[in-house]
C-alpha cells in the first residue's frame, strides 16, 4: 500500500471493462487459471481449469472465451440470477510471481456459436466454452510467495542437470580409477 493508504497505481482496479495488449498476451500464455464464484446457494465455488498454453482467448478486448469448458451441471450451477453471473477469473505466473484476476460475467454462449476449426463452420459442431464478458481486471499489489514452474519451463534444466550427472559420474569413476592401489599393493 502507499502511504495514504491507497493501492499503487499498477494495483488499481481497472474497470475500463477492456484488457489491454499487456492483459490479453497474460492470459493467453497460461495453461490454467482459477474460477471463483458462488452457487445458487450462496455458497462459494472455487475450480483450477487447465488446458494448453493459449485455451483461454480475447477475442475482443471485453470478453474472454474458455474453449473445452463449461460450467457444472444443473443443481452445481455456478449461475445464480440473483447474483448477476459474477465470477473472478485469477491467472498466475509462479516463476515471475505475477497475477492477474479479472472479474465479469458469464455469458450465454450457445454450445455452436464459437467455432473450433474452419472444418467446425461447415459442419456447425463446437467444443463447449465459457465466455466471460469482462467488467473489471486487476494485477496482484505484491509478489506471490512461492513460484510454481511448469514441465516444459523445467524442460531445458532437466536436460542440464541430466548432462551436469552424467559428466560427475565420468568424472567419479575417473577419479576412483586413479585411486585404485596398484596390482601388488593391499592398499593400507
Known amino acids: 500500500m502507499a502511504p495514504d493508504g491507497d493501492a499503487p497505481e499498477s494495483a488499481a482496479l481497472s474497470s475500463l471493462h477492456s484488457l489491454t495488449a499487456r492483459e490479453i498476451l497474460f492470459v493467453q500464455d497460461r495453461d490454467f487459471f482459477y474460477l471463483a464464484a458462488v452457487d445458487e446457494r450462496g455458497r462459494p465455488y472455487l475450480n483450477h481449469v487447465h488446458g494448453p498454453t493459449g485455451f483461454v482467448e480475447a477475442p475482443v478486448s471485453s470478453a474472454l472465451i474458455c474453449r473445452g469448458f463449461a460450467l457444472p451441471a444443473a443443481g452445481s450451477a455456478v449461475r445464480t440470477p440473483a447474483l448477476g453471473d459474477h465470477v473472478q477469473l485469477m491467472f498466475v505466473d509462479y516463476p515471475r510471481r505475477r497475477a492477474l484476476t479479472v472479474s465479469g460475467s458469464v455469458a450465454d454462449v450457445p454450445r455452436r456459436a464459437v467455432p473450433t476449426s474452419p472444418h467446425d463452420l461447415e459442419s456447425r ?64
Not at 147 to 161: C, D, N, S, V
Open 125 to 188: 459442431q463446437a467444443e463447449p466454452c465459457l465466455a466471460i464478458e469482462i467488467a473489471s481486471f486487476e494485477w496482484a499489489d505484491r509478489p506471490l510467495a512461492k513460484p510454481r514452474y511448469t514441465p516444459l519451463e523445467l524442460a531445458p534444466l532437466t536436460g542440464r542437470i541430466a548432462a551436469v550427472e552424467a559428466e560427475n559420474a565420468v568424472l567419479k569413476a575417473r577419479l576412483a580409477a586413479r585411486r585404485r592401489p596398484d596390482d601388488g599393493d593391499s592398499g593400507d
